[in-house]
């Protein structure tokens, strides 16, 4: 199931994602790079072009003033992704400022006022456009004529290093020297103008390129660009973690700021998330802790609140340190933390601290494996008193969950789930959307209920996100869309339609790479895929060596498959010892569907000593399980073996009349594998139920002969599908002994030309007493 708690890593000074970066002081350049952002505005409105082009430039505009400067070849290419004839035409402008005089840079700036105060002019004095058009002129004409030159010579080079050869030059932005510090927009004289305070010199920063790679640092970051920097790197990190920086690169830029400024306290958290990308348990600790020392140090919280500033900055430091050791599985480490918190919150009468530190409390019991459900219900209550609606709502699906696993009925769960939705629509929580879709796919998918999950699945699938759409993010990749992808490509499987499959786990592995902290899910999605269908086809030797990267993800489901294994290459005792201890186990850990499936297990292998009514008390006790749980899909599979067991004690009219029970399901939600195993095991029910005995003709009851064909051809269409040919090859010896009962010689001939040919093909005796 989803985690309904994954994204409660919260950070309480970085809210809707703005980094609030005060602390540098650095001022604003007049640059070649913003003269061509302001040809580009000029030839925008000059000229005539395609509504879809201007939309796609104004999108474009913000990020351009905000961002980071770029070199022309960078610039020119954004600009021609968005209108190719806009492009050329900033690229002639430049061209005739960077090859002519300086009065043809003069006359640009002259002639911009008059293009932007006529009557159909959409640059508002307020508007984005307007405060950058106006910042730009009033910049400009405050420079003296030796720094009206300099600004001339600066835009020259920068237009040339883009025509040079890498041999002669290198095409990268010049970076400004301490004489050029003149063009600051609050120099108003010469002799400002020709030194630079040492303090803004050494807090320079280095800039990313504005498509998030990991190319070089090229120029001074001013103090918007790094604001810029860290809001979009942080939005990505949540939304889309591929579209941002690697972790190296990123890593990489966040040591460049640090090493100008180490109190820049938001750097100190993007490091934080960015270590958690990848697992790194010391660093993660280590930002996290400079960055609520620097909070401190830095005074932004005391100036507001006093001394209650400081306190605020504690306990939400140690909540954010006992979310940390929750997730690396450090519980003890955790919990102490977490009282830690909740100690100071108590102090401060922080309410909403208290409530957050609540249900990281009862995370933390789930996590350990203890009944939360009161604590729980009390974090619900609570949160609802102080009007939270996110903490509400999680604790909602967090008692779902539980009462998923505990064996609540289908639609209490439901009904509690629809009671959220309709919270999480009025507030327009959109993460928690599409976590509660995600669970209601996984609790459909847990009770058997494969159609159902299939339509949860896709309506997560095609629901527009309430998310405000930032820097080109279009959907949001969270843990819920990676659960609801690995659950439509297993019920793809289980229809033996891998090829589908297999293009949907192509689409996660490009969606989340394996760097990134989903990529798990997928990773065990498709390990479990191709163990089902080396094992279906009877290649064991490759099912065996994918044993050994299933337990490295998930220890339960790889010591049940290495079992199933070595039960399918005769080593029944290793087999069953396995078992046993899987049982205990999950006894332990309350894991009802892995028990019961060991249960079945248990009871095949001692179908392979004759044991049937040995495994007929453990067959029932896992029937009662599974309905006690609700579980119809093992239920179905429970009485499928149920049904085998009777027909091998002798009782077959018995057999037949428990197997009717669980056809319906099985056909209607079942796998292709147990719908042809169902098929199989009724054909020969009918033939025991008919009195049929090999080699004897017109002895046998015709008619439930006939119907043990037919049944016989819909089995073996269903493994033909999965290419299983062990089962196939007992299809055909059955197909033609009926076959030489009714006295059709040719019918006959043919299936035991095709049993002959699989016999062969398999090198192997048939099992007698598999089901």
Known sequence: MASVHESLYFNPMMTNGVVHANVFGIKDWVTPYKISVLALLYEMTASKITLPERRKLNKLILPLQQGPDLTLGQFLETVEECSPQTAYAVKIRLHEMADGELKDMEFFFSTIPTQFTAFDSEAYKTSVVGLFIRHMLLAYNKLSFSQVYKLYKSLQHYYHSHYAKPADEQSSLPVLSADDSDMDLTSTEDTEGDRMDKEELDTTLHESDLRGDSAPSRGPLSQKQAEYFLARQAYLLKNDENKALKPAALQEELNNMLKFNPDFAEAHYLNYLNSMRVQDIFLSTHSLLHYFDRLILSGNEGKSNGDEGYGRSLRYAALNLASLHCRFGHYHQAELALHEAVRIAQESNDHVCLQHCLSWLYTLEQMKGSDSTVLTEDSVKMAAHFCLPYLASLGIQSLVQQGATQGKTAHKLMDALKDTDILHWKHSLSEL??????????????????????????????????????????????????????????????????????????????????????????MLCDLKIQFEKHMNEGKYNLAEPLV???????????????????????????????????????????????????????????????????????????????????????????????????LMLGVPEQALNVLHEAMEPILAHGSVMDKGRAMLLAARCQMAVAG????????????????????????????????????????????????????????RNKSAMLFRALDQELQSPPDAVRL
């Open 548 to 646: 050994t990267a299933i337990c490295a993800l998930n220890k339960t489901e790889g010591l049940y498959r290495k079992a199933q294994v070595l039960k399918a290459l005769n080593c029944s005792t290793e087999a069953y010892s396995i078992l046993q201890e899987l049982q205990a186990h999950c006894e332990k850990t309350k894991c009802t569907e892995m028990v019961i499936r060991v249960m079945l297990s248990t009871a095949e292998l001692h179908w392979e000593s004759s044991g049937f009514s040995t495994a007929l008390p453990l067959l029932l006790q896992a029937l009662a399980l599974a309905r006690q749980h609700h579980l119809q899909s093992l239920a179905s599979e429970t009485i499928l073996h149920l049904s085998f067991t009777q």
């Open 692 to 747: 049929f005995k090999p080699n004897q003709q017109g002895q046998a009851d015709s008619r439930l002969v006939v119907l043990a064909v037919d049944s016989l051809n819909e089995a073996a269409a269903y493994f033909s599908k999965l290419d299983c040919k062990e089962r196939l090859r007992d299809v055909h010896y059955l197909h033609a002994q009926l076959h030489h009962s009714l006295g059709q010689t040719a019918q």
């Open 433 to 522: 959307i599409e976590i509660s879709l995600a669970q209601t796919t996984s609790i459909w998918r847990m009770y058997g209920k494969s159609t159902m999950a299939l339509q949860q699945a896709q309506l997560l699938l095609n629901m527009s996100s309430l998310e405000p759409v930032n820097f080109g993010v279009q959907q949001n990749n969270t843990e819920a869309f990676a659960v609801v992808l690995c659950h439509l490509a297993e019920l793809h499987a289980e229809q033996g339609l891998y090829s589908t499959a297999s293009q949907i786990i192509q689409h996660l592995k490009e969606r989340f790479p394996q760097h990134t902290q989903h990529a798990k899910l997928w």
